[in-house]
């Protein structure tokens, strides 16, 4: 079993900035993307950004260019770099690390909670 750790997350201001940081238990390169996800009360996850093994990146249209999503994989990380923090950027954000082609398809973490206040 992969285990998958978020960390990072915490309270800001509008306009602030946060790094939030993921950790697998095996090698980040073994899976074929890495994904950030957010789910805020009553609403369903959504995508929030992608990083694939060859390095390609997908963001979320309402990200804007505000975040960033890289990997660093001497410490089998995956960062999420957010900027310019908005009220409606308030959630739980998770990792999930993806494997389309193995069971079990994807392993995801517990979350970590991000709160910008106005």
């Known amino acids: 079993q992969v285990q998958v750790v978020e960390s990072g997350g915490g309270l800001v201001q509008a306009g602030g900035s946060l790094r939030l940081s993921c950790v697998a238990s095996?090698?980040?390169?073994?899976?074929?993307?890495m994904g950030w996800y957010r789910q805020a009360p009553g609403k369903q996850r959504e995508l929030v950004a992608l990083?694939?093994?060859?390095?390609?990146?997908d963001y979320a249209d309402s990200i804007n260019g505000r975040f960033t999503i890289s990997r660093d994989y001497a410490k089998n990380t995956v960062y999420l770099q957010m900027n310019n923090l908005q009220p409606e950027d308030t959630a739980v954000y998770y990792c999930?690390?993806?494997?389309?082609?193995?069971?079990?398809?994807?392993?995801w973490g517990q979350g970590t909670q991000v709160t910008v206040s106005s």
């Open positions: 999930k690390a993806s494997q389309p082609h193995t069971l079990p398809n994807a392993y």
């Open positions: 095996r090698s980040i390169s073994s899976f074929d993307n």
């Open positions: 990083i694939t093994r060859l390095g390609g990146t």
